[in-house]
């Protein structure tokens, strides 16, 4: 009997039988498939699981939903025709061809007044009982230099305080302009005078039409189209500015060359002038 | 808008140098020269509405504007007189 905890002798019937001895495998080799041929099988068959996984994947999943198409540039929002208003309804009953039309975009109503009426018309809608449109919320212009008939359409928004209500009423004139509205809400008054200056067109009635924002003898209206948008030096400038040295001369044409901003040599010539007269700029601490 | 096309929404002919138009018979008025590309389309936008003006009046011919890198120049043929 052998010993426990001793390895078993070389050649014993006790040995594995995976572990052949030389002799063992020469008299009777065991009937296995070589280890590349069993791999090969493996991957072949892991490959086709996977492939079968795929497939059911791909059967039980739901069909793709189309893409949206992409929104053209035209789809947008467009005004649409606003005769069914009922502010326009009113006004219609009460003043006939008075409102030439009416629009609504995006909840905006605009409607387009004759210009000789715009005074009654404004007049009704702030006493008018149901919305008393009783606070001119501005009053502006727009410049449309190839409608020569009428170039320029003044524009009042108007409020309804109580009744949270806004409408923007367009008139299309010219140049000569159209009768002032100061006399319905006074604050008319220098909006109409910013319009004039920037625009000229004229509101006949005003109690003091003069320019507000440019000095009183500019020539051109600057919000016109046909004023450029940059600096240039005009009759008004050479009048009332002094002229430049020959080394501003000069410097001015390097900042130009350069792009630089024209528009700031005024101011920087003040300061130049504070420092000259020898005041103190800053305020020094005491 | 560029230049070229508010000269051409204008009908107005486009020239690159002075000289040019000055040779085709055109007389130049107001030169701006802007410090960018918007100033510049305003610049000549300002100049064409004048010039038009002018052409509806009858007081010219044709109108015209010159374009160069940094500065844009207004011109007209003058009416013929006989």
Redesign the interface.
Known sequence: MPQEGKPPESGSTDAPADVATPIEAGAAPPPTVSADAEKDQKVEDAKARVAAAKEAAQKTAAPAAPKPPVKKKEEGPKPVDAANHPLVKKLRDKFGGAVVEASEFLGQLSICIEPARIVEVCRALKDDPDTPFNYLSDLTCVHY?DNKGAPFQVVYNLYSISKNERVRLNVDTTAEGVDSVTSVWPAADWLEREVYDLFGVVFRNHPDLRRILLPPDWEGHPLR??????F?ENRWTAKHLPEFTDVQKEQLEQR?AY????LSVPQEREVRELFRSGKDVMPKDK | MSPKEIAAHYEARVFDTPEAATGAGFVLTETHAPRNVWNKASAAQSLMLRLRDQKDKGEIKEIGLVIEPWKVTGCYLPVERQ
């Open positions: 230099p189209k046909d004023y450029p948008l940059e240039v130009r792009g630089l901003e024209i």
